[in-house]
């Protein structure tokens, strides 16, 4: 009966897509617990970069049946599209894919209002303009429309026309924007109904049935635990919880049946959009890790920014998941370098400070505190076994687990399956 919830244990993008993936080979089910279309999973199939914003990723194993859970936001749009890309490399979803009835339904005006309240925000927080934030507003001002309401069309429409009447004169008043049309829109639901029906059942009761037959069930995580809008650097945060007590929430399912939480980390760090970041490195240095790691958003395409390993960010992300164990990406990335600083500690002046602070003005003055590796300089590509690693990477990886107190696990060398290597 054991839970494995994969978590990103960064600010997102860290590889977790691959590292579910990887996991899916002896897993029964993939269920995904938080977060909406702007996650961007890359996994690579078959020789093709793929990139999964709604499906989990252990939709690849034949074998694996996978469910979206009630803590996700699901983008019709996104859905469809996502279906339709996977079916066409021959890969079926109908009968393996399972949608919760009491997730939660992205309409128009979420990504509408997402556009207009990012461009007109003072401070503004670099979303992805999907409609994530306004549609978990709805959904905690109880005002939201669930996939089980499609069921019921009067009851649909008459919500339906009761936001939107709100929303139009948002739209019109504050923001100057086009209204929208409610009879479009049902009827756009209600074709949406019909595609999905064969997908929706009730998730939670599958996946407490699938706790009882002794199912091995990996919680698959968007997005990273320092952007959980409540244990993140809020306001620059996403709008869930990608922390791992998001998958109970998400899933319904019990906190007793998590056994093992993975974390998933970078060598170094990268972030998208706007917020604190202590390592953050510029220039040619940024340029490099930004080359070599490829790092561009899978749903919008942003440029990260990216920095050193940042341990006392990684060391809180633990203690708030409680990762019992690392999968650590990108080692590769690092291998042209000479010299690979690490941060140990933040000052503020002559301040040592003891944890990672809970407020972004405080997370700005830090002032990081580095120890210097010397770097492996040749290539990784090929190496199948960890005693294979040169001696400086493996130092650098012994350094990462006797600061976090955990043992990396995974260690990913590529962004191929067969690029993964399991330590023991």
């Known amino acids: 009966m054991p839970v494995t919830v994969v978590v990103g244990a960064q600010w997102g993008d860290e590889g977790k897509g691959k590292i579910v993936d990887v996991l899916a080979r002896d897993a029964d089910i993939v269920a995904?617990?938080?977060?909406?279309?702007?996650?961007?999973?890359?996994?690579?199939?078959?020789?093709?970069?793929?990139?999964?914003?709604?499906?989990?990723?252990?939709?690849?194993?034949?074998?694996?049946?996978?469910?979206?859970?009630?803590?996700?936001?699901?983008?019709?749009?996104?859905?469809?599209?996502?279906?339709?890309?996977?079916?066409?490399?021959?890969?079926?979803?109908?009968?393996?894919?399972?949608?919760?009835?009491?997730?939660?339904?992205?309409?128009p005006y979420h990504k509408l209002l997402d556009h207009v309240q990012e461009q007109t925000s003072p401070q503004p927080i670099g979303t992805t303009g999907r409609g994530i934030g306004p549609a978990y507003i709805d959904k905690f001002r109880r005002t939201?429309?669930?996939?089980?309401?499609?069921?019921?069309?009067?009851?649909?429409?008459?919500?339906?026309?009761?936001?939107?009447?709100?929303?139009?004169?948002?739209?019109?008043?504050?923001?100057?924007?086009?209204?929208?049309?409610?009879?479009?829109?049902?009827?756009?639901?209600?074709?949406?109904?019909?595609?999905i029906d064969p997908y929706v059942t009730d998730t939670a009761?599958?996946?407490?049935?699938?706790?009882?037959?002794?199912?091995?069930?990996?919680?698959?995580?968007?997005q990273g635990a320092l952007l959980d809008i409540d244990h993140g650097t809020y306001p620059y945060v996403t709008s869930s919880n990608p922390t791992s007590g998001g998958a109970c929430t998400g899933l319904g399912i019990?906190?007793?049946?998590?056994?093992?939480?993975?974390?998933?980390?970078?060598?170094?760090?990268?972030?998208?959009?706007?917020?604190?970041?202590p390592t953050e490195v510029?220039?040619?240095?940024?340029?490099?890790?930004?080359?070599?790691?490829?790092?561009?958003?899978?749903?919008?395409?942003?440029?990260?920014?990216?920095?050193?390993?940042?341990?006392?960010?990684?060391?809180?992300?633990?203690?708030?998941?409680?990762?019992?164990?690392?999968?650590?990406?990108?080692?590769?990335?690092?291998?042209?370098?000479?010299?690979?600083p690490v941060c140990v500690g933040y000052r503020i002046g002559e301040k040592r400070l003891r944890f990672f602070p809970p407020d972004c003005p405080t997370l700005e003055r830090v002032e990081p505190e580095y120890v210097v590796f010397p770097g492996w300089q040749r290539p990784l590509n090929g190496i199948d076994r960890i005693e294979l690693l040169p001696d400086a990477a493996r130092r650098y990886i012994g350094f990462i687990e006797d600061f976090?107190?955990?043992?990396?696990?995974?260690?990913?060398?590529?962004?191929?399956?067969?690029?993964?290597?399991?330590?023991?």
């Open 32 to 107: 995904r617990y938080q977060g909406g279309a702007n996650a961007g999973h890359t996994v690579t199939y078959r020789g093709q970069r793929l990139v999964l914003h709604l499906i989990p990723s252990g939709i690849l194993h034949p074998h694996v049946r996978c469910v979206i859970g009630n803590g996700v936001v699901i983008d019709p749009v996104a859905f469809r599209e996502e279906v339709q890309m996977l079916e066409e490399l021959g890969i079926e979803t109908r009968g393996r894919l399972y949608i919760s009835n009491r997730a939660h339904l992205i309409m």
């Open 144 to 195: 939201g429309i669930r996939i089980v309401d499609l069921l019921y069309r009067e009851v649909f429409a008459a919500k339906l026309r009761a936001n939107l009447q709100e929303k139009n004169t948002l739209l019109r008043t504050l923001y100057n924007a086009e209204e929208l049309d409610v009879e479009a829109i049902v009827q756009e639901y209600l074709d949406f109904d019909a595609f």
């Open 205 to 222: 009761a599958l996946l407490a049935e699938a706790l009882q037959q002794g199912k091995r069930i990996i919680a698959e995580g968007a």
């Open 254 to 277: 019990p906190p007793t049946a998590i056994t093992t939480i993975i974390g998933v980390a970078k060598a170094y760090t990268t972030r998208v959009g706007h917020g604190p970041f």
């Open 282 to 340: 510029t220039g040619e240095l940024s340029e490099r890790l930004r080359r070599f790691g490829g790092e561009f958003g899978a749903t919008t395409g942003r440029p990260r920014r990216c920095g050193w390993l940042d341990l006392v960010a990684l060391r809180y992300s633990v203690m708030v998941n409680g990762i019992t164990e690392l999968a650590l990406t990108k080692l590769d990335v690092l291998s042209s370098f000479a010299e690979i």
């Open 404 to 424: 976090l107190g955990i043992p990396v696990r995974m260690l990913s060398l590529g962004p191929d399956r067969e690029e993964t290597l399991i330590c023991p």
